[in-house]
């Protein structure tokens, strides 16, 4: 009997050993090692990819007029800005983003469109960790490597499970309308927690710089950045007078917004019937409450990977947090999830009230990257609720609790491993998945190989007329196709931007 006790204590001390050797700094450099290697396969196959839809209908002129003939920075700039205004007074408001569309690679080279993914990527990971860092770091005192953690484990569940790679990532007119500008709001947020809380008027210019940009974006960023500062104004208004300076990057940005939203050429894109309609707003309002709800319950409830997920994040979070005594009393918890939730749902909103319907592609990639990360917010928001309000009371046993953490978490991580990989339906439409399976299948070469014949007809300049093979599955990648009829946007677009007559796809027989 003495001898079982004995084996088992030695077990246990062998046990809690192992677990207390993998601390966070080994788990979360784990967990980074990990990300890495599910974004390889999706940087390896941006090889294959090329521009698509818009990206031709922004870059024709600019190819044909100025880069192939002059080769001139300042002639390049200066048609960019003309074709901006163009495009302001002629189709759309989005002037900020415009001039940055015009700036497409295959003008410049029609090799360089690999790098699309290797611009938006880091844009993405890059301000998303600019603000978790402050956030984590700077103003909650936690362990650098728990920031890590955190922020991979949030990056694996918004790039794994994004609606559209394609869209986010590969296509470089919707991914500079959509991924940058979401990633500037970021990074306005983050300049302007900076500025709250360190006062240097650096951080206050690069928030009204930002907030510049995304008010000259989509519409769907011109709801939430507003939303944002708001919500900071009001919870840090009265506890630090520096929040009240946030009203210089508001007032950039709500003029940016008006002119944007004013344009002539949105009157032009929706029609002589688009106008301000209150009927509209209460129906638009319904159903964004009602799709956005649905979505919570069937697109994250509904992922036990991404609930998994923010589990595992919420135990770091609480773990840094217990004892430490915060400025801050985070007064108002229902009433910070409750705007943090609205500002989800409004982004909703600018679809339905133009008509569209339901958001998708390149709209519900940031609708999922913002509600993900606002999850992430309102943990550490209740979080330090609770440890402020029941601090003494609980103390002890949040430590308790957390020094079980500390030493079991391993083999947390180990359950959840085994968990997902015995289930394959958990993992197989991951972003990487998907991706690798493109890759070996050989879909990805064949695809680039129709691309490549394709692009040797286009840029022979002795054939004005083209008939061109219909392309294979674009897989993960974006491909927003030419039709059999020559007089159809995208193909008036394509045979623009390769100085042709006309470019149709063959009949199929």
Known sequence: MKAQKSSRKALGGIVLRFGLWFDDKKIAIGIAIFFIITVIPMLTVAKYSHASADDFWCGAGMRRQIWSETHSIMQFLKASVQDTVSMYYGWQGTFTTTFVQMFQPEIFNVHAYFIVPYIMLPFFLGSTSFLLYYLLVKMLKMKKSVFLAVSMLYFLMAIQYIPSTGEAFYWYNGAVAYTLVYSAVL??????????????????????????????GNYLTIVLLPLILLLLLFFLGPVKKKTWYLIIPLTVFGITAIINMTAPGTKVREGSDFEFNIHNIFYTIGRAVYQGLKDVRSEYLGNPVIVTCMIIIALFLASEMIGKQYEFSFPYPVLFVIVTLGSYLAMYTPTYYAGVGNPFGRMSNLISFYFELSIITDMIYVMGYIMKKWNDKWRARGEWLAEKWKSYKIYVFFAVIILIMANPQWYEKTAMVRTMNYLVSGQAKEFGDAMDRRYEILLDESLKDVELEEMPSAGPLFNYDITEDGNGWPNIAVADFFNKDRVKLKKVQ
Not at 188 to 206: E, H, P, Q, T, W
């Open 187 to 216: 990074l306005c947020v983050g300049f302007s927690l900076r500025f709250i809380f360190d006062g240097k008027k650096r951080n206050l210019a690069m928030a009204a710089l930002t907030a510049f940009f995304v008010g000259g």
